[in-house]
């Protein structure tokens, strides 16, 4: 059905995205909708220790075991612990992450037209993580890449 | 489309596997036996794979497949593969490998002879696909030909709407299709026989058939069934062509004509295959029946969401118990028992037999032997032994290892095996068994043997052992050096095997699958490698611990035992906690070190030390609390995480929360770093493998008497702590209720006359004794200690029925306790049955054929009597040399491989210490010269296999008068 509709949005706007949003640090932060598994409400974490401090723990989904990624340590943004953290969880190469994060937003659906990448001037321990931005009517909506998480984490926890 | 070219690829590699058997079993087949079940498979094989990437459009394939069914095709008449043509076919079979996995191959289709009289015509080709014809094709003609029968009866039975012709007329028509594609070639002229006799009728609007006809289409019917399944005989042949002429006559006559010219030139054809067409084909339809191809993700899938629905169960089990609702009760244990089936069943799913990989020895072996130029026979035992299929591929590397080194090292030249006195062809032996919960693979060779003193020249010259130790290593201990890393025998370095890293590779990749891997060898008599695999690793057996507010998951088969302290008898060595365990130096790490990397090392009131086992060094690991065990389902970790290496995976606990699994190695490697040395590695004692331990183990106790006692830790099956006041009386006898029955206690101060403490502390502590089957709980005033020993025994002073003797230590002397004897005393009437008095008893059960051994086995362990097996009469001697204690009765097969039974009965007998054990022949042999020969080796007595009822008689027979003799 959205793809129907994405269709017929084409002609004009050129081709569509969804991004699933969210905020951390009172940022505005979208992975593509498509990764996302679900969102949770704060879950019981076993605490990891003696892992790096951007890796929370482990959470029980049903089952399943989805390690849980503290997104304000991972892009060195200010912690200060008071949030009580929503989870969104996303499946890369198999790999089940469990993003903390401060909030959720809604799913914006976004135009190619209005992609830029990223400006030079973010500083690039975050940089690294965007593809780029979307101009949006309410903000800038930056753009994360699971794939590139995966990677830094493979890269730090080495 | 792609599914089902990967499907095909499968298929392919499961083929050549068969061929690739059957042309090894060509090779070791005797001259004169018919090899025509082989030449089949082979040709079969070739043919499917032909036809197959014929389908698939893959030209190379079918080319290079095609040269090796030609080449075949010249040996069709004898049915036998020239010998000097079996590498050929196997080089072959490695080209296809090759193609199918997209490399390239370099094959030469050059064989010296033959090359031209090239293979017989293409109708011939044809016709041999009736041989192998996929099952699928038979479900279809059966579904087809019952539709026409049924189609037909109504046809019979009045006028029928054009509708129903039309379907009748579809099904002839794809049965033609399906036998023209198959080359069948009758079968194909008698249904577009069919079809055009049809013809007339499908025009019309409304059918009313002709009786004579449909009568003519029955039976037209059955005879097409049988020209598709079976093989066509000459006589068959005829009816169809009556057949043929028959339905013709319905259409006019063209049909006919029609009919005629297609059929006859392919009579000749099928004539060739008439008579050696295959019965197998309808037995493997029958087979593919019943299995299914399923992907192996979907079965990983199936034990992950039974994993989820065993933690669901084990949530509703514990609230079921709170809750008062005796309905919900009785449906959660429905539940419980349901999803335990459910689970063992799925376990099963994942379960192959071993000789799948097995039976790739047979190749490895016999290229090897080529290479090497020696003669190697591979026998191979158990092949239907099955394990996790996860595991089969762990096991594959180290077992082509072991193998390759028996052939290289193990198995002599030919003409040094008969300077040996030994027959010149050697034999490897692969056995795989279950033995508790584990999968056993033997793999013994009759060659050279290790030589201890090679071995140790070796370590020496290595640096791995001093030569003052060398002097003083048990036998085992030396064998137990090729594991060392870097250690070599080979003389020189061959391309098979000799670079030393061999042996070291295979223990590290067996003890990473929780396995065990032991070797013994006698010099000139062969190599004797023992492999313990658990049956799976996505259920592990393991123990949860706490540490602060974490909870923790060790692995069973890394813990060696529990043990609980004062802080006081914690030592420090340079600032690091050791604790002496039974005398050794036990280096001790704080969990919480681990866990925050600070050095935290508390004084508590009370220290619980987990004694952990890594790659055979020991260190106690201190945690807060020990949990509980549990089977748990082990989950892997993101793959980032791998390299904190302190913990190998997670696992759900039952109240849903994750907790890590610790990797013991990991640990050991990160905090105990290179401190650890070759020489400070365990003694054997916790390496061997249970019952084959030279020292004897004991828990200690104390009671009111100044000595400390000792019962022997085999007798002793749990040791408890119970509340006093939880004894109960039952008559005289104090009783206290235990999982799920009632254990008599007996304390063991009345037994023995000590003056008994009046006053009764809250907590009694027990240890609960297994004798007969039956649990006693033995009262003592305190369990002091698990006590391993190899300290003298001396059984000169025996002050009491149920002593045995004492233990002479450095600094005291310890009772031995008699339990069974204990128990008998302690209850006179009940327990002086004879049967009672003999107890338990070792039997070894040497028998060749496994079907037999079982059931003997089975029915002595229902009588309580401890069971081991040999498979001939040297595994039998073998057994008797390791055994840790003499049998009680052997019981030995007459006609077995390698050793006969009569030749083990004087081999038994000529051992001093074995001179009255009872033997028992059991056999098929029954002539008085049998009788005489059997006694006259030394057997006690003879009893014939069809009298097996009166075996367990006769064992206890043996029993008691053996007992009698020697009281």
């Not at chain 2, 080979?490 to 699958?513: F, L, P, Q, W, Y």
Request: proline share 3%.
């Amino acid at each position: 059905m959205s793809q129907f509709f994405i269709a017929g949005e084409s002609e004009s706007h050129g081709s569509m995205k969804q991004f699933a949003t969210f905020m951390v640090a009172g940022r505005w932060y979208g992975i593509d909708v498509m990764c996302v598994q679900e969102v949770t409400k704060p879950m019981q974490i076993t605490l990891m220790r003696t892992a790096p401090p951007f890796i929370k723990g482990l959470i029980n989904l049903r089952g399943q075991i989805a390690t849980a990624i503290g997104l304000r340590e991972l892009f060195s943004l200010p912690v200060d612990g008071t949030q009580d953290p929503m989870t969104v969880v996303c499946k890369v190469e198999d790999v089940l992450l469990s993003l903390q994060v401060d909030s959720i937003g809604d799913v914006v659906e976004v135009s190619d037209s209005k992609f830029e990448k990223s400006p030079q001037t973010i500083p690039g321990n975050i940089k690294e993580f965007m593809q780029g931005v979307y101009k949006t009517d309410q903000a800038i909506l930056s753009i994360i890449s699971l794939d590139t998480i995966l990677q830094q984490l493979d890269k730090r926890c080495a | 489309m792609n599914a089902e070219f990967e499907e095909f690829k499968i298929e392919i590699l499961e083929m050549l596997d068969r061929a690739e058997k059957a042309l090894l079993e060509f090779d070791q087949m005797p001259a004169g036996q018919s090899s025509k079940p082989c030449y089949d498979e082979v040709f079969r094989a070739y043919h499917n794979i032909k036809g197959g990437a014929g389908m698939m459009d893959w030209a190379d394939l079918q080319h290079h497949v095609h040269q090796l069914e030609n080449v075949l095709m010249q040996s069709k008449e004898t049915s036998s593969i020239p010998k000097h043509l079996i590498s050929w076919f196997l080089k072959g079979n490695d080209a296809t490998r090759a193609i199918v996995a997209g490399e390239a191959q370099s094959f030469s289709y050059d064989i010296q002879e033959n090359d031209a009289a090239a293979p017989g015509p293409v109708t011939e080709v044809r016709v041999e696909q009736a041989e192998a014809l996929p099952s699928e094709f038979y479900a279809e003609v059966d579904e087809g030909l019952e539709r026409i029968s049924a189609t037909l009866m109504k046809l019979d039975s009045g006028v029928v709407d054009k509708s129903v012709l039309e379907a009748l007329y579809r099904d002839i028509h794809s049965i033609k299709g399906a036998c023209q594609l198959f080359g069948l070639a009758d079968a194909s002229s008698l249904s577009h026989a069919m079809e055009s006799s049809l013809e007339k009728e499908r025009n019309k609007e409304v059918v009313e058939a002709e009786q004579g006809h449909v009568n003519t289409l029955l039976m037209s019917v059955d005879m097409l069934g049988q020209a598709i399944k079976e093989p066509v005989t000459e006589a068959t042949r005829k009816e169809i062509h009556f057949m043929i002429t028959l339905l013709a006559s319905f259409n006019g006559s063209e049909a006919a004509v029609e009919a005629k010219p297609e059929a006859k030139p392919e009579v000749k054809a099928i004539a060739v295959q008439a008579a050696s067409a295959p019965g197998p084909v309808t037995s493997e339809a029958d087979k593919s029946d019943t299995t299914i191809r399923v992907q192996v993700s979907l079965l990983d899938r199936l034990m992950i969401l039974m994993g989820e629905m065993v933690l669901v169960r084990n949530q509703v089990l514990q609230y079921s118990q709170k809750n008062d609702d005796l309905e919900f009760l009785n449906l959660s244990q429905k539940l419980d028992v349901v999803t335990s089936e459910l689970q063992e069943e799925t376990m099963k799913t994942r379960m192959q037999p071993i000789g799948n990989i097995l039976s790739k020895f047979q190749r490895v072996v016999r290229d090897l032997s080529g290479t090497l130029n020696k003669k190697i026979n591979l026998n191979l035992v158990g092949v239907e032994t099955e394990l996790d299929k996860t595991l089969i591929e762990a096991v594959k590397d180290p077992l082509t290892h072991i193998v390759r080194n028996a052939c290289d090292h193990g198995i002599e030249l030919p003409e040094q095996r008969l300077a040996a006195g030994k027959p010149d062809v050697g034999t490897i032996t692969i056995r795989a068994f279950h033995e508790g919960g584990q999968v056993i693979v033997d793999i013994s060779d009759d060659g050279k043997g290790l030589s201890r003193q090679k071995l140790l020249n070796k370590a020496i010259e290595r640096g791995i052992v001093d030569a003052a130790r060398a002097e003083k290593m048990s036998d085992r201990d030396v064998h137990a050096l090729i594991f060392a890393p870097g250690f070599s025998t080979a003389e020189k370095v061959t391309n098979v095997s000799g670079r030393g890293v061999g042996m070291d590779v295979v223990k590290s990749n067996i003890e990473r699958i929780g396995g065990l891997v032991d070797i013994s060898s006698s010099e000139d008599e062969g190599t004797h490698i023992t492999l313990k695999i658990p049956l799976t690793l996505a259920i592990v057996p393991a123990m949860i611990i706490r540490s602060s507010e974490d909870r923790f998951a060790i692995p069973q088969v890394k813990l060696v035992e529990l043990v609980r302290i004062e802080p006081a008898m914690v030592e420090l060595v340079q600032g690091r906690p050791i604790y002496r365990l039974r005398g050794n130096i036990l280096p001790l790490i704080d969990m919480k070190e681990v866990l925050s990397g600070v050095e935290s090392f508390k004084e508590q009131e009370a220290i619980n030390i987990v004694v952990l086992n890594s790659e055979g060094h020991l260190f106690g690991l201190i945690v807060d609390e020990i949990l509980d065990t549990a089977d748990i389902v082990v989950k892997p970790l993101a793959r980032f995480l791998k390299p904190i290496s302190i913990y190998s995976g997670a696992t759900v606990l039952g109240d849903g929360s994750v907790a890590f699994i610790l990797d013991v190695v990991g640990i050991a490697h990160k905090h105990l770093g290179h401190a650890v040395h070759q020489d400070q590695q365990v003694s054997d004692k916790y390496l061997d493998f249970k019952g084959q331990s030279e020292s004897r183990e004991y828990v200690l106790v104390s009671l009111a008497a100044k000595a400390k006692h000792a019962i022997p830790l085999g007798m002793v099956s749990r040791m408890e702590e119970i509340k006093t006041s939880t004894i109960e009386l039952s008559g005289n006898q104090r009783v206290v209720r235990y999982r799920g029955g009632i254990l008599k206690i007996l304390n063991l101060n009345e037994v023995f006359g000590y003056e008994k403490a009046e006053v009764q502390g809250e907590i009694t502590q027990l240890i609960v004794a297994r004798v007969n089957e039956q649990m006693y709980g033995l009262e003592v005033d305190q369990i002091i200690d698990v006590l391993s020993t190899q300290d003298h025994f001396d059984d000169s002073v025996v002050s009491h029925e149920a002593i045995t003797g004492n233990l002479v230590t450095q600094n005291e002397i310890i009772v031995v306790i008699d339990v069974e004897k204990l128990v008998a005393l302690a209850q006179p009437r009940t327990l002086q049955l004879p049967q009672a008095v003999n107890g338990p008893k070792r039997i070894l059960v040497v028998e060749d054929t496994e079907s037999i051994r079982q059931t003997i086995v089975r029915n002595l362990e229902e009588s309580g009597h401890e069971v081991e097996t040999a498979v001939d009469g040297i595994d039998g001697l073998r057994r008797i040399a390791n055994a840790r204690a003499n049998y009680d009765l052997i019981i030995s097969d007459i006609e077995m491989p390698r050793m006969n039974g009569f030749e083990l009965a004087r081999k038994i007998r000529s051992i001093s210490t074995l001179k009255s054990v009872p033997l028992i022949a059991f056999t098929t042999k029954n002539t008085p010269a049998d009788f005489k020969e059997a006694r006259d080796a030394g057997f006690t007595t003879l009893l014939e296999k069809s009298k097996g009822k009166l075996l367990g008689v006769l064992v206890s027979e043996c029993l008691n008068k053996n007992q009698r003799k020697t009281a």
